[in-house]
């Protein structure tokens, strides 16, 4: 009996190794040694070495001389490189500025009837486009407005809804001036680049405050 069991440990124990032994050399048969052989390493340093032959080095001497003349010019470069094209494009938007900026100028008024309406600026806050508004009555009566009667429409002719802050439904004779803003949805403002404004009283519809050309600040 004794005899059986040492021979069936040492056949547990000879086919564990030689099971052992396979698995491990699968495991590490895409593994290789690396390739120290000073031949190879010699290659190498001979392709780094002609990879960094295209890189110049600066003399320390023309670096210093080269920022002390930006020093001496006041942080300009005094040897810039010519570039023509570069610098017409600056005069070119240059000169195309001005007339972009010219093309409307504030305040824009209308007047009828001895009333004038006239927007001062346009300002985008939050989710609205404001425009500032002036009102005032030069004439001898008093003028009653229904701000549902303001049409606001853009430069494709769609109308938009707008709102009325801190201007009077009763405008009173004299002098005095009140300011407030017309608001309009920024989500009504796609592609929309020019605003146009009317405005009548209530209820004669005699007066007609009309002015175009307003435009959408993006």
């Given at each position: ?16 190794s030689?099971?052992?032994?396979k ?71 240059n ?58 429409t ?64 993006q």
């Amino acid at each position: 009996m004794t005899i059986v069991l040492l021979v069936m440990m040492f056949g547990a124990g000879i086919f564990s190794s030689s099971t052992g032994y396979k698995l491990g050399r699968d495991a590490l048969k895409e593994i290789t040694q690396p390739d120290v052989r000073p031949s190879n390493i010699t290659d190498r340093i001979n392709n780094s070495s002609s990879r960094q032959e295209g890189v110049k080095l600066l003399r320390e001497e023309d670096i210093i001389a080269q920022v002390k003349k930006r020093i001496a010019a006041g942080g300009v470069d005094p040897d810039p490189p010519d570039q023509p094209q570069a610098q017409e494009k600056p005069e070119e938007e240059n000169q195309a500025q001005p007339e972009t900026t010219n093309q409307v100028v504030f305040p824009i008024v209308s007047r009828d009837g001895g009333v004038t309406l006239e927007i001062t600026s346009t300002q985008r806050r939050s989710n609205s486009l404001q425009l500032n508004v002036n009102l005032k009555n030069e004439g001898d009566q008093s003028v009653r407005f229904l701000y549902s009667f303001l049409n606001v429409t853009d430069n494709q002719g769609r109308a938009l809804s707008a709102s009325v802050d801190s201007l009077p439904g009763q405008l009173p004779p004299g002098s005095q001036t009140y300011t407030g803003t017309i608001a309009i949805s920024t989500a009504l403002l796609d592609n929309v680049q020019e605003l146009a404004i009317s405005l009548t009283d209530y209820p004669d519809q005699k007066l007609q405050l009309q002015m175009s050309g307003i435009p959408v600040v993006q």
